[in-house]
């Protein structure tokens, strides 16, 4: 809903507002320290980097609407409890997205285990990723607690519409567990639609494959651009190691020890050279961009 949006982003924008008014307090406080001075201006030029991009976006947005649509924006906007209840929405979407970004991150470990390739190093940054994720979810649910807080207050002050369903609070305790029945699930009090039934990700088998296929299909996409850029890196270290030892090579040395060595380091480039070529089936790109491999035909048979 462009309407709802455009709520989200005004209320993220005085959000921003106030913490580049907290920054410069504390840039106008002579006692702070300098370290910290340096840290609020950083900060400050980036707050005020993204309040112009918000104020653009929401510009952007308003000029899209009709008019019906712009003024339904008057009339939520001067409704502390449609304004709240819109960004209390907000709060949930994402803290759904976010759990199920987790929930699929950890489905990545269980096949780990099973498959048992690679399993620990696959499993350790899996777990380690879900872990730097989990004090962002908690700080999402927290927020979202805190404004349902509110919007009962509102109701309890007589100040919602007739009717109005105080929303529930989500259990910080057993956030991470996902389930067909949880109440994450239910938008009671947050919308004017019913219930409606667990989301597909979720409760649909073949919708899960689907992901969980999709998925892996950007991950191959993904190892694929970095095995390519790998296959050119390769390319272009031979190419220079090669012309390295051809130059010492044709130097004037006359310690034959030297040479000795040199001549070994040649021969084990050679092999290497081979092996690359003969086991690197991925396609480098545009090869007319990249050196000579450095061996000749008659060096590599």
Not at 78 to 83: G, H, L, R, S
Not at 120 to 144: F, G, H, L, W
Not at 199 to 217: F, T
Request: hydrophobic content about 35%; some cysteine; overall charge negative.
């Amino acid at each position: 809903d462009a309407v709802e949006e455009i709520l989200r982003l005004e209320d993220v924008q005085n959000k921003l507002k106030a913490r580049a008014n907290e920054c410069d307090s504390i840039l106008d406080d002579t006692s702070t320290p300098v370290d910290e001075l340096a840290d609020a201006q950083t900060e400050l030029a980036s707050i005020r980097e993204r309040i112009n991009k918000s104020k653009e976006n929401i510009r952007r947005k308003r000029r899209a609407l009709g008019f019906n649509d712009l003024q339904r924006l008057d009339r939520l906007r001067n409704d502390p409890y449609i304004a709240k209840r819109v960004n209390a929405l907000a709060l949930k979407h994402r803290l759904k997205e976010r759990l199920r970004a987790r929930k699929f991150e950890l489905d990545r470990v269980e096949r780990a285990y099973r498959n048992q390739v690679n399993g620990k190093k696959i499993n350790d940054q899996t777990q380690s990723s879900v872990k730097r994720r989990e004090p962002s979810i908690r700080n999402v649910a927290k927020q979202y607690n805190a404004v349902c807080d509110e919007l009962r207050k509102l109701i309890a002050q007589g100040k919602a519409p007739p009717g109005a369903l105080p929303p529930q609070n989500i259990e910080m305790e057993g956030l991470f567990t996902l389930d067909v029945d949880d109440a994450i699930w239910q938008d009671i009090g947050l919308d004017d639609e019913s219930v409606g039934d667990p989301p597909a990700w979720l409760a649909d088998d073949s919708v899960r494959d689907g992901i969980k296929a999709v998925l892996e299909h950007d991950r191959c996409v993904e190892e694929a651009s970095r095995l390519r850029h790998e296959c050119r890196s390769m390319r272009f270290w031979m190419s220079e190691e090669w012309k390295v030892i051809a130059a010492a090579l044709n130097d004037d040395c006359n310690v034959e020890a030297v040479r000795y060595q040199l001549n070994i380091r040649r021969d084990f480039l050679i092999k290497l050279c081979w092996l690359w070529q003969e086991t690197s089936t991925l396609d480098a790109g545009d090869v007319t961009t990249l050196p000579e491999w450095g061996p000749s035909k008659d060096d590599l048979t």
